[in-house]
């Protein structure tokens, strides 16, 4: 019965007619970018990805051939070639997406890895960059020019700021700060030279939601080229594609790998001649991501919507439970009432991810040592998105002065993990108890 089973199944593999590749269903992946089997002896053919759920195709799209649902990993430097004529086509274009060129150029593992990413937000394809920073800057030194101006929302990831200020501001390419909760009256800040206006939302650290689609719409019409650091939600909560932006960027080292221990960074665009040149640029300029990187970063990404759902869950719970508290002056969620922009979150965002603010009544810095020092099951450190349970007191760095949050004020913020939420509670009552003694 097995035997029959295993070769009913070979049979099946040997005629082309397994288990599709989901990835290679959509138009633009499925007549090139998916083009390079994993292994294997199937030339599995299309299946019908629309019909199907992100999470399904999360799932579901690495058949390498022999059965083995797993994606290998392949390391490689040196590809070799049939032939002379192969390699005189090789060198015609050596980006050509359907062969494989050279270790650098990309290898069954990181395709498969872009192939999974590109079909999560349904866009033309995707391009690798070594963490979620480098995804920014080639984002920003692949389309900007010396003399362009760039509007960059206040609430930016702090390192983006400091690019901004550094190397773009020595590329003579100038940056205004602008109030994320602008909406359409971004307007006001468009100069004759803004090449591109970039969106985070929810903010890094502060948590505004932006209208995405609002500023989407006037960027467009101005003829400036938008990009959004999408890190927070994921596609699975908010897909910044479906409310017109050209380029979405997410740092894949939090909820994307989730297991924090890989970094790395991912473009996606619908447009494919923006994808093209996006790609170019970057395997021109020798970026690459590791085979090994790529592919725990694919074997992560198979969970990535169970995890949402547990992170979701116990922030919510924290959350609630840190505003009940006489201590705590705010809650900065998306997903609660009071936080700004939270129309924006109800409108366009599917659910929340475990990331968000508290700011706390009168704590000196002795007491804030009190709280994180004593405390067992959250660790402190950078980066957030991984199964375990953080904080990080922040004081975030502001150019316009005003507005919601007091200049030099600190946060904490707080990423609830995969733990028991009971848990994740009484070590907080317990920091309580300990700071304001
Ligand atoms: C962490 C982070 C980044 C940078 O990603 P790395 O992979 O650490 O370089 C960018 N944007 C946001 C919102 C982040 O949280």
Known sequence: MVQDDFRHHALLMVSGIARGRLVSA????SDNAGAVPLAGPAGDPPMKADRVAPETRLVHDADTGWGIVATPVYRAS???FDNYAALKAGEEDPFDRSRLHYGRMGVPTTRALEDALAALDGSAGAVLSPSGLGAIADVLQCFLRPG???LMPDSCYGPTRSLCRGRLAGLGIKTTFYDPLCGAAIRDQLRLRTRMVFLESPGSATFEVQDVAAIAAVAREAGALTAIDNTWATPLLFNPLEHGVDLAI??????????ADVMFGVTTTADPDLYERLRRYVLGNGVHLAPDDAWLARRGLRTLAVRLAVHERAAYTLAEALAARPEVAKVLHPG???CPGHASFRRDFRGASGLFAIVLNGLDEAALARFVDGLELFGMGYSWGGFESLVLPMTPTRDLVGGRLAQGETLLRVHAGLEAV????ADLDAAFARAYR
């Open 148 to 150: 362009d101006h760039l």
């Open 336 to 338: 609660l009432p009071d």
């Open 26 to 29: 959509r138009g633009n992946c």
């Open 78 to 80: 040196t590809v070799l």
């Open 422 to 425: 009971d848990d994740l509670l």
């Open 250 to 259: 997410q740092s894949g080292t939090k909820y994307l790998n989730g297991h």
